[in-house]
């Protein structure tokens, strides 16, 4: 038998002729339809720069902290938490699906003040996620499940590249409101009224905390107070994306001030958080989702669902990056660092800019 199947096997290799061209045929290709895409517009120009050879060339793209050197920049706060990590010797078991509690707990009272009602009667649920981008998302799906009273999401014009793909990928239609003046340089507030007042009620409107991307353009202090009154006044549910907390002004209350300013005035709010940039932990991609509910129950059902969200998705988060910012928030010595280098940061990127601008109009721009 043995020797019939070795004949037949020599039979069937000489029935081939590689002169001849004669191979057995190709399937056809699964993915004929699949057209090329466009490099993404942030993170092309990143590659592009990779690729580039001259000495003198810049990185205009991603949004990412660099020395003097146009190095990339690693807070002391965060070498030293983690040595502290690393001498504890700690193991890498998965975390929970909602991420590592103590980072949770830490992120939430970044965002809302330790002493925030909505943290004291437990009625807000915090998860870890895969920075602000994956917080974005998790907050999408969440909508698209649960918020079906109304679909539309309202971006301001013009918003992060991001939020467009994200919330139209979880299949929820996406509408703008006036935002920026171009002929000004600064906020449109006569026509973020107008627009935001005549939104559908219980749609969701986003709004950026502070340092709004792309223009850096943020409403006062008496502007996002009348913005309050008028989304209240039309019932529409709030989506705050902070991805730049102490990173703007250097101050952390006073980039989280309209946040909290919003939960005072009885909104319960939606809001992601990444440490990318306030941190320097781009690669570690730390960030987390926060709903704040009526009450603790509420709290509680909500967070049920927000697993059963992630669970298909990436099971759950990362656990590096989370313990560095739990480390640093929650050692006295390591978060007075960390105000001071955030400080840093911000103050430097701000006088780089007055700088930028000075220089700019002695050349006649």
Known sequence: MALLKSSKLVSAIGAFSPAMGVFPARASSWWTEVQMGPPDPILGVTEAFKRDTNPKKMNLGVGAYRDDNGKPFVLSCVRKAEALIASQQLDKEYLGIGGLGEFSKACAELALGPDNEVLQSKRSITVQTISGTGSLRIGANFLSRFHTVARDVYLPKPTWGN???????????????????PSTCGFDFAGALDDISKIPEHSVIMLHA????PTGVDPRPEQWKEMSEVIKRRKLLVFFDMAYQGFASGDIDRDAWAVRHFIQEGHNVLLSQSFAKNMGLYGERVGGFTVVCADAEEAKRVESQLKILIRPIYSNPPMNGARIASTILHTPDLRTLWLEEVKGMADRIISMRELLVANLKKEGS
């Open 210 to 213: 502070c340092a709004h991307n």
């Open 163 to 181: 939020h467009t793909p994200i919330f139209r990928d979880a299949g929820l239609q996406l509408k703008a409101y006036r935002y920026y003046d």
